[in-house]
């Protein structure tokens, strides 16, 4: 089982920012779409944000566009979610999760049925 290490959760206050990370040393992320999803107290797993192997497309949901920025750097087999203008709504726990699409695929889904592996997710909270 590949192994995703997810980091940066935290506690926020409204309008703050944070960066969520996602690596893994046992694939080669240049083979791979990332996945970014959360899931909130109560409510289904919700794909926000997700990006292309060589970073040819990105996809943001309703919920996060214009706030949240997706990247990656596949040198070092890492992907990010810039979280800006945090409000209280988007506390969550997040995850992300790759697919194998190869070096060819420019797309990615926001359904979390194709992802192949999945990080043990981390907490955001946004609170005053």
């Known amino acids: 089982q590949v192994q995703l290490v997810e980091s940066g959760g935290d506690l926020v206050q409204p309008g703050g920012s944070l960066r969520l990370s996602c690596a893994s040393s046992?694939?080669?992320?240049?083979?791979?779409?990332v996945g970014w999803f959360r899931q909130a107290p109560g409510k289904e797993r919700e794909g926000i944000s997700c990006?292309?192997?060589?970073?040819?497309?990105?996809y943001y949901s309703e919920s996060v566009e214009g706030r949240f920025t997706i990247s990656r750097d596949n040198a070092r087999n890492t992907a990010y979610l810039q979280m800006n203008s945090l409000k209280t709504e988007d506390t969550a726990v997040y995850y992300c999760?790759?697919?194998?699409?190869?070096?060819?695929?420019?797309?990615?889904?926001?359904?979390?049925?194709?992802?192949?592996?999945w990080g043990q997710g981390t907490q955001v909270t946004v609170s005053s």
């Open positions: 999760a790759v697919e194998h699409t190869g070096r060819e695929i420019e797309d990615c889904h926001a359904d979390s049925s194709p992802y192949d592996y």
């Open positions: 046992e694939i080669d992320f240049n083979h791979y779409a």
């Open positions: 990006i292309s192997s060589q970073d040819d497309y990105e």
